[in-house]
């Protein structure tokens, strides 16, 4: 079975400064996937950032930045100089070959950026 | 390159009507997948499709819902009768179908269903 775990319901971060959304993993797979999808108030979920399991390079998307920690199962996302059109819901999902690459996701983070 | 593409984007029925969603996947994206998601959570898979082939319905509530993508491409997916608890957003996604590794999706704008 795959569990992902989100433990902050929600954050603030100042504008222009930097943040960091936790994320923990379970899952007994070998072969898997790690992705952060950001949905504003619209509801559309969009797609940020990858990490695969075998990757030894943390995943980076421009301001995106995944910290990826393997053997304590957590893949926190990192955004880099926020801005205000930041705010929104991000959700940590994983999903695995094995499992026919379903998606699992977490309960989600708020982000609100503060001008 | 065009996204996922849903309609309706809203819809508001009485409990016990009918109700069909419409997703036309990313071009060339062989696996298609239908999510629910209930206002506060995150989005739990009802079906996944690869081509015209059902892969996993393990949480579709078949006694009321059903999906279908007879030609490999679009799909449809409808809710007959509707219950007060099937209000939620209903989220259509696709992927490449990437042999041996795991896959990335893409999701459309959802539909948002109201059951009054």
């Known amino acids: 079975a795959q569990k992902i775990t989100q433990t902050q319901p929600g954050m603030f971060v100042q504008e222009k400064e930097a943040v960091t959304l936790d994320c923990t993993y379970d899952t007994s797979d070998q072969s898997y996937g790690l992705f952060w999808y950001k949905q504003p108030s619209s509801g559309e979920m969009i797609f940020l950032i990858y990490?695969?399991?075998?990757?030894?390079q943390n995943a980076t998307e421009g301001r995106y930045s995944l910290n990826f920690q393997k053997a304590r199962k957590s893949a926190n996302l990192v955004i880099s100089a926020s801005q205000l059109g930041d705010s929104a819901m991000y959700f940590c999902a994983m999903n695995a070959f094995e499992y026919g690459n379903k998606l699992v996701f977490g309960a989600g983070t708020i982000l609100r950026v503060k001008s | 390159e065009a996204g996922v593409a849903q309609s309706p984007r809203y819809k508001i029925i009485e409990k016990r009507q009918s109700v069909a969603f419409w997703c036309n996947p990313i071009s060339g994206h062989a696996t298609l997948y239908w999510y629910q998601q209930i206002l506060g959570q995150g989005p739990k898979l009802l079906i996944q499709f690869q081509n015209n082939g059902v892969v996993d319905d393990s949480q579709l509530p078949k006694d009321r819902f059903s999906a279908e993508r007879l030609k490999g491409v679009d799909s449809t997916l409808k809710i007959q009768p509707a219950k007060l608890e099937d209000s939620a957003v209903y989220l259509c996604?696709?992927?490449?179908?990437?042999?041996?590794?795991?896959?990335?999706?893409?999701f459309g704008p959802g539909t948002r269903l109201t059951v009054l």
């Open positions: 990490q695969g399991s075998y990757d030894e």
């Open positions: 996604a696709s992927s490449l179908d990437v042999k041996g590794r795991t896959d990335t999706q893409y």
